[in-house]
């Protein structure tokens, strides 16, 4: 067991300021290129740059990916699929925010 | 509570562990076919999935129904299990008998659930730790990184307050790794991390080289923290934005005034503007959560309505009344 307690740990914000190549986000989700160029064509995940190894990717793309392979994993759903459910987690995403603005009204019930 | 610690200390004591019934986890019948235990299974999944499913226990709905199909899509556990015998109640103190699984072969078909890293202790108890453990790798990645440390994640619960001021969080990690045996094993470690100011729910803090160690001499990976805010009782940010109900008298709404309002930075004074109705939103500029670009407060005005509790007050809502001919239900189309 390692002990890093005392050393204080400083990290850099993935989705404010740190871009990913195709290796960083392959390694850090764990997955193939091919995935991610699946998920580039579906775009599930754009990437600025013209060619693969020049593919930058904004730190948004990380939690986008982990989802999907997620879905893939647990749900048994094809990229296509996840693709679809990913679009439909960002509208419900969407739809809690106008929620969070509107204020929790599912408390008030009947009279 | 106390008797019940005592009671599972001596239950650990012995080796013992709560049986779990699978099928009922899965809602299925002792002899449902391979097609009727996936169907249960995806159904289940899909309802507790932690990154779909909204319910307050799903993720530890999710790792039960997961741990369950690991069991019984599994020819091999499953036959071993169903061998137990089906006067088993899920929560009996169950020991596995001597010799239980004698003649049979595990190969160690895995679950896939991503992050259900460990299971019960009844699983553990059957098949043992990492049983489940399958390497999250596609199985084609480039070669060049097979000796570098696995990158991990992990979440790091924090306070709104926390991300407009930045902190400190000590934080206990568990994660299953490789050990020199070659099976995975749970690793526990203590870290000290700094929260930066301005990081918001969902985002993650890279830190580098403090994932998974390394093979042979490769680099360790990256450790990624995912933030996830604590709810908080005056407060709901969404990205850099921060929501609050703010209730105002009817008089403060109508006439206009000025209001104090908290703010995870300390209290502001906000104008409310004549003629204000309920669920307006005034945005307190760039008093969100901090950034290059800031987020906004937003305070949604509630009408709170004063109590008619004395002479006095229902005297003066009866002057209202007459002040002011007022039909609250204009709009549905029926006379007062």
Redesign the interface.
Known sequence: MTDDRWILLTGEVVEENVELTLAELCHACSVSAELVFALVEEGVIEPAGQVPSRWRFAGTSLRRVRLAVHLQHDLGVNVAGAALALDLLDELEALRARQTYLGDRSGEGDA | MHGVWRHRRRREQRGDVEFKDYYQTLGVKRDASGDEIKRAY?RL??KF?P??SKEADAEKR?KEV?EAYAVLKDPEKRAAYDQLGANWKAGQEFRPPPGWDQGFEFHGGGF????AARFSDFFESLFGRGGSFT????????RT?HA?G??T?AKVLIDLEDSYQGA?R?LTLKHTESGADGRPHI????????I?K??HQ???????R?GGAGVGKGEP?????EVEFRSHPLY?A??R?V?L?LPVAPWEAMLGASVTVPTPAGPVTLKVPPGSSA?R?LRLKGRGIP?QVPGDL?A?L?IALPPADSEAARAAYRELEKAQPFDPRAALGVKP
């Open positions: 995806r999944a899909r999935h990154d779909v999710f997961g896939t659930g991503a992050e390497p999250d790798f596609g199985g084609q990645a480039d990184f570098r696995e990158d994640f400190v000590t690793r526990e470690r203590n870290i000290k991390v700094r930066p301005g990081v969902g985002q993650h803090i890279r830190l580098p403090h990976g990256d450790l990624y923290l709901r969404h990205g934005d929501y109900d669920g939103k950034g937003y949604v509630q």
